[in-house]
């Protein structure tokens, strides 16, 4: 396997592309990424120039192909193709020229030449049912498939939602035993990647990161990378501001809705979902992303959350910060309850009456 | 000892007593309830009123009115007016229960009372300078001795019956107690000195947030004369209540004089109280008759009233005395409650108002206090006298 | 009757001499001083610019839960003043009237002779290092007297709870040990609220009052108010308007002090007069047995 920038260089690949690439590197992972931790895109593309080429083998289990179509998506072409010299994509179900046997074919040998060292993909969630009936590639069940696929890899990732916990097969009542690929693998670490589409830059900043450092990006407690997911959306939100001034689109095409104001009365799932979407839009689009475009947050990465939780329902606002406004200098206490007030002036009267009452009776019988 | 003293028996459960017994329940219910669901779900307190109606009136008030023992102490063995003997195991009794449920109060009012016992016990850690330290000291104190001053009356009753083990405790401790009694009582006078005037004391503490018309370094001069007065004051509407619900008759003429000279120590106390705006230029403050000086003005007639009814009646009637036992009693807890809460202004805001679980406490535990006064006196030699049925035979 | 009465009414008015001449006799308390390891905050109204940075910080490093129970329905963090949960708050004066309008930042004063320290019971507040008034719970029973005691109204107690605690700034002590500042100062994006040792923090606040002197109310709150604070403000509107009520030089403790002290300086008058009364009653019930 030649590097990264022996094969850009073999295929004729511009410089200004390949420094574009890591310019947007950078963007994805500003931070917690050992790869992109440079002041310039040049730094960057040495690092990773300097790797060797990974092999990715990439499997498809009970999956939308979402996720690959996120990878193919980018607005230039050109980057397309860059991405394919930048990883060596050995198998893929959708992209591949071969099919049947062919493919299978293509698969043992992937798997054969770059035995301990390829990056393993997967896309879609794993059904467990039925002894893994519902999926069938090739004669054997998708539980089979990836555990001899897995076995063998240097890196397991699990793209988007299906594969990090199960995704939208999952949902209630859950009939096919969805669930993700740690579920299944559990000899090696999984690096999880959720998303309905996750940011395919998120998946290649994380495979260069092995490529070039032989180690996974630092993760949090449910396998994410943490340059990606250590935040809620809400957290970063372009509309935060109007959030914390209490301006609340109440209807889509509102007035509020048009003006850009927050989507949180909307449904907006934002306060409890990680993810990287308000800084990093999809397509390399500015503002394209749900909120963006004036969609409330599904919080499409995080199970229990995703495809469980109503969409317009609102969510539970995990770290309340202060708002947009203040209390005043002057202090409010309890309020005095009329019934107390009361009861403490019936009693007392009737003491004092009885009192009054009782002194007469004495002195009437004392005259006596 | 007076060998009129005796046990008055008769029916414990009347109805009266019944309605006393339900009330404590009642209480006890509650007092539960505030264990359990903390003082922020059954109280009205808040930060901006943290002292409320359990240390204004049951601990402030309450041993005031609990100074029936102490203020006919003072009568009985330091101006050695024997006479007066007869009334005051009822007096210690009164003050020995008013005082105990003052401790239960506190210990209810207390935020983390598991720690109450490190106030007597973690003398390395006292503050010297925490006049509520003095206060919760001194208290803990006379409680102890108030019950050992009525020890003999307990022991009397099992001097002669009961178990065996008890009798012989009992005629061992008897003699003890006759010889040192007289060093328990003067304990007996000293306490009540300190603490009641280191109440009024604690809220020189409040500083400029303590009205006025109130705040004055007086304070402990002026918080030891109400309870002078309202310890007199008390003995008079105790020994009226128990003559009536026992059927005894009333010793009049004591009481007329024990009244006299509360009205007088409550006339001193305006004065003194009047002399002092004076001299500190705040005489002025008296004639705005806001919200604050409408209630330092009803203080005050409070205060005279006794005094009114006194110089007016031809001669003495029991029915006046009482009347103005309670007037006294009720201006000095007037002016108590005052000094804690009416005149205490934490700012703009904050409002407090007991809640009815607190006042229910409150009545719950005053209650015990009268059931018990009325269980002991008829199972123990507390009161003396003669009955009703005596006189008339 | 009429002897009785008399004599009765000369005793009580020489028991009340009695009590009234220690307190008359009594020498000054002494006038407590910023101790010489004084540390404090700064808070200028000038540069407050009501980010809320600091109320965030205070409460992440005091590890204190939102307020969501206040005026923000429950999505914020929104206390109306300090609290159980709040340690450090912003507040706003506004009078559209007078054209002013001033943020104000409010915590504990940690003053030179704190009236919370002097009504302690078991001393559970305490001015300790650095002059920092200092909570320990494990001394404290719940009897909130330091809450009817302070001034600015600043111990909180924790209502809400089965065991409840005072709740106060404590200048972040415990980050402090650790060589760093307070929470609060060391967020602040425009140094509106610092923190240093007390004596440059009041050069400096001399020094800004003389550099600016129409920019400022003419006077440094805190440097002899109540005995003098540890944390100094120099604000744009009248010193009142912000919630600070008391002017005078006095300090709390003082007065009830000196009357305490000179009541029970040494136990003395406590023991002569348990002296006096012991002796009167023993003579007493001598002569009424004979």
């Known amino acids: 396997m030649s590097t990264i920038a022996q ?64 990878l193919l998506r980018t607005s230039q072409p050109d980057l397309a193709s860059l991405i394919f010299d930048v990883i060596s994509l050995d198998y893929h ?118 490529a070039a450092t032989g180690k996974p990006p630092k993760l949090d407690a449910f396998g994410r990378p943490k340059f990606a997911y250590d935040r809620t959306i809400h957290d970063h939100c372009p509309r935060r501001a109007h959030f914390d001034a209490g301006r609340f689109a109440k209807q889509f095409g509102d007035e509020g809705h048009r003006s850009g104001w927050c989507l949180y009365q909307l449904g907006c799932k934002g306060p409890v979902t990680h993810a990287p979407c308000s800084t990093r839009h999809f397509n390399e689009v500015v503002d394209a992303w749900p909120i963006g475009i004036g969609h409330p947050c599904v919080g499409c990465t995080e199970k229990g959350i995703a495809f469980t939780v109503p969409l317009h329902a609102t969510a539970d606002i995990l770290r309340p910060y202060p708002p947009d406004t203040y209390p005043n200098v002057t202090a409010e206490g309890k309020r005095i309850s009329p019934l107390a007030t009361a009861t403490a002036g019936v009693i007392g009267g009737a003491l004092i009456g009885a009192g009054v009452m009782a002194s007469r009776s004495m002195s009437k019988s004392d005259e006596e | 000892m007076n060998s009129d003293v005796r046990p008055v028996g008769g029916k414990l459960l009347t109805p009266g007593f019944m309605v006393l017994l339900a009330l404590s329940a009642v209480g006890g219910l509650l007092i539960l309830w505030r264990f359990f669901a903390g003082l922020g779900a059954t109280t009205a307190l808040s930060d ?11 601990v402030v008030t309450g041993t005031a009115l609990a100074c029936g023992g102490y203020a006919l102490a003072l009568v009985v063995y330091i101006f050695n007016r024997g006479k007066y003997h007869p009334l005051i195991r009822p007096a210690i ?124 370094p007086l304070l402990p001069l002026l918080f ?38 509360a009205v007088a120590v409550g006339i001193a106390f305006v004065s003194l109280r009047f002399v002092d705006l004076a001299v500190r230029g705040r005489l002025g403050l008296t004639t705005q008759l806001d919200f604050h000086g409408v209630i330092f003005w009803i203080e005050t007639v409070l205060w005279l009233l006794p005094a009114v009814i006194l110089l007016t009646s031809r001669r003495v009637n029991l029915g006046n005395l009482f009347l103005g036992a309670m007037c006294t009693a009720l201006a000095g807890g007037l002016y108590r409650l005052d000094t804690f809460l009416v005149a205490f202004q934490p700012g703009t805001g904050w409002h407090y108002f007991p809640s009815i679980q607190e006042m229910f406490i409150s009545i719950g535990l005053i209650a015990m206090e009268l059931a018990l006064y009325v269980a002991i006196v008829r199972k123990f030699p507390i009161l003396g006298g003669r009955s009703l049925k005596e006189t008339t035979a | 009757m009429h002897t009785d009465r008399r004599s009765l009414f000369k005793g009580l008015a020489a028991a009340a001499t009695l009590t009234l001449i220690p307190t008359t006799d009594a020498e000054a308390r002494a006038k407590r001083t910023v101790p010489d390891d004084a540390v404090g905050l700064l808070y200028d109204t000038t540069r407050c610019i009501g980010c809320k940075a600091c109320v965030v910080a205070c409460k992440e490093a005091n590890e204190k839960p939102a307020d969501v129970d206040g005026y923000g329905g429950g999505l914020y963090d929104a206390p109306e003043g300090l609290n159980e949960y709040t340690k450090n708050v912003i507040q706003l004066y506004r009078d559209d009237g007078a054209n002013e309008v001033s943020y104000v930042k409010k915590q504990c004063m940690h003053c030179v002779d704190p009236a919370c320290v002097g009504a302690c019971m078991l001393g559970a507040l305490q001015k300790g290092k650095f002059g920092i008034v200092s909570y320990d719970p494990s001394l404290c029973v719940g009897c909130r007297y330091c809450e009817a005691a302070c001034p600015f109204n600043v111990p909180k107690f924790e209502w809400s709870k089965k065991a409840p605690k005072i709740v106060k700034c404590e200048l972040c002590r415990t980050r402090l040990a650790e060589g760093k500042q307070p929470a609060c ?70 007065t009830q002090q000196t009357v305490q002290h000179g009541v029970y300086k040494g136990f003395i008058a406590p023991i002569a007069l348990y002296g006096i009364l012991g002796a009167v009653a023993f003579r007493n019930r001598r002569k009424q047995d004979e």
């Not at chain 1, 390949?18 to 690092?47: H, N, R, S, W, Y």
């Open chain 1, 93 to 210: 179900e959708t992209v591949m020229a071969a099919s049947g046997h062919d493919a299978e074919l293509a698969l043992r040998d992937a798997m054969k030449q770059n035995d301990g060292k390829y990056v393993l993909v997967v896309e879609g969630s794993i059904p467990t049912g039925n002894q893994g009936a519902y999926l069938k590639i090739a004669g054997r069940n998708g539980i089979d498939m990836l555990r001899d696929v897995g076995a063998h890899a240097a890196a397991v990732i699990a793209m988007g939602s299906c594969a990090s916990w199960g995704g939208v097969p999952s949902s209630n009542i859950n009939p096919t035993g969805a669930t993700g690929v740690d579920s299944i693998i559990k000899s090696k670490p999984v690096v999880n990647l959720p998303g309905c589409p996750p940011n395919p830059y998120v998946l290649l900043a994380t495979v260069l990161e092995y």
């Open chain 2, 48 to 58: 901006g009123y943290p002292l409320g109606l359990w240390i204004a009136l049951d």
């Open chain 2, 224 to 261: 030891l004369l109400t309870c002078l007065a309202m310890g007199y004051a008390i003995v008079v509407f105790e020994s009226v209540f128990s003559s009536a619900a026992f059927r005894r008759e009333p010793e009049t003429p004591m009481l007329a004089i024990l009244q006299k000279v």
């Open chain 3, 185 to 254: 100062s060391e967020v602040c994006p425009r140094g509106a609220v610092i923190y240093g040792r007390y004596d440059s923090l009041l050069a400096d606040a001399r020094a800004r009052l003389a550099a600016e002197p129409g920019k400022y109310v003419p006077h440094i709150y805190g440097e002899r108010e109540l005995g003098g604070t540890q944390v100094l403000y120099l604000s744009h509107v009248p010193f009142e308007k912000l919630g600070f009520r008391f002017n005078d030089e006095q300090s709390v403790p003082h």
């Open chain 2, 93 to 216: 009794l009164t003050s020995a229960l008013g005082y105990t449920m003052a401790g239960l109060s506190v210990a209810i009012d207390l935020g983390r009372p598991w720690l109450m016992w490190k106030i007597p016990l973690y003398f390395w850690s006292w503050n010297l300078n925490s006049a509520l330290l003095e206060v919760a000291l001194c208290i803990m104190t006379y409680v102890v001795v108030l019950w050992i001053e009525l020890a003999p009356a307990f022991l009397a009753r099992f001097k002669d019956s009961g178990p065996p083990l008890l009798q012989r405790f009992a005629r061992r401790t008897i003699p003890i107690l006759d010889r040192a009694l007289i060093w328990i009582i003067a304990l007996g006078m000293l306490l009540p000195t300190m603490h009641q005037s280191s109440l009024g004391t604690m809220m020189l503490l409040a500083g400029p947030r303590l009205h006025p018309l109130w705040n004055t």
């Open chain 1, 7 to 70: 094969r850009l260089k073999q295929t004729g690949t511009s410089r200004r592309d390949f420094m574009t690439f890591c310019g947007k590197l950078m963007v994805v992972a500003p931070f917690g990424l050992a790869i992109t931790d440079f002041l310039t895109p040049e730094a960057v593309a040495q690092v990773i120039g300097a790797a060797r080429r990974p092999s990715v083998i990439w499997l498809h289990m009970q999956d939308c192909t979402g996720c690959t179509e996120t």
